[in-house]
């Protein structure tokens, strides 16, 4: 086999991945319709899903490869990248960490986010996004750069954030880890939320989630290493 036949063979199959995962969040109740997006490293280029596709419509040829200015390396390709290329190409640009990105309209972290709020140390496994919280950006039009800006400095030092009025995003090495972690995440969020129906949680002090931290670390727990 040639360099570029293998090569093809690899990115059909980082494609097929990327349906599956779509898939996956679908099936695990994170996403519906063609709201969420999912972004990949490849090579020297990124490969996300297409614009306004249902899952259930989404083909390994649908997935977009783009290069780092967002362009369409397969310029004839009748779909367009997902809206939201931006902020996949910024992760993946500035977090050499990162494989894969995912992002989804779940119905707990999105609730949270309409709410404006952080997903604070109300419980120890908040420690999973790499920190003592998950923060919420600010309010900026989906799509946008500004919105792009805002997501990565709610992602520093962190492996997820939530989107004021949107959804969340979760990034690990692969796209296994992501959507684990966006599970997660979401569960975190319907957990706090039942809590706070009930009364005030109560949240972990910074060194009662640093020794969370450490002790995660040391187990190798959510690690971020390639
Ligand atoms: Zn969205």
Redesign the pocket.
């Known amino acids: 086999m040639d360099d570029k036949a293998g090569m093809n063979e690899a990115q059909d199959q980082v494609r097929l991945s990327l349906v599956e995962a779509a898939i996956r969040l679908e099936d695990a109740g994170l996403n519906r319709g063609s ?2 997006n999912i972004g990949t490293r490849f090579g020297d280029e990124i490969l996300v899903t297409p614009s306004g596709v249902a899952v259930r419509d989404l083909t390994p040829e649908s997935m977009v490869l783009l290069g780092w200015d967002g362009g369409k390396i397969d310029e004839d390709q009748p779909e367009q990248p997902t809206s ?1 290329w931006r902020f996949h190409r910024d992760i993946l640009a500035t977090r050499a960490e990162f494989g894969a990105v995912v ?1 989804c ?1 779940a119905p707990h972290t999105t609730a949270l986010a309409c709410l404006g709020r952080d997903l604070p140390a109300f419980h120890y496994m908040v420690a999973v996004a790499g920190g003592i919280d998950i923060r919420c950006t600010p309010y900026a039009l ?1 799509g946008s750069q500004e919105l792009s800006d805002l997501v990565l400095e709610a992602l520093e030092g962190r492996k997820a954030c939530l989107m004021a009025n ?2 969340m995003i979760a990034c690990d090495t692969t796209l296994e880890r992501a959507i684990a972690l966006a599970i997660e995440v979401e569960a975190l969020a319907g957990i706090y939320l039942a809590a706070l129906q009930v009364g005030t949680p109560n949240i972990l002090s910074a060194d009662e989630m640093a020794e969370v931290l450490a002790k995660f670390r040391d187990s190798g727990y959510g690690r971020q290493a390639r």
């Open positions: 709201t969420g939201e992002h309209h989906f949107h959804g």
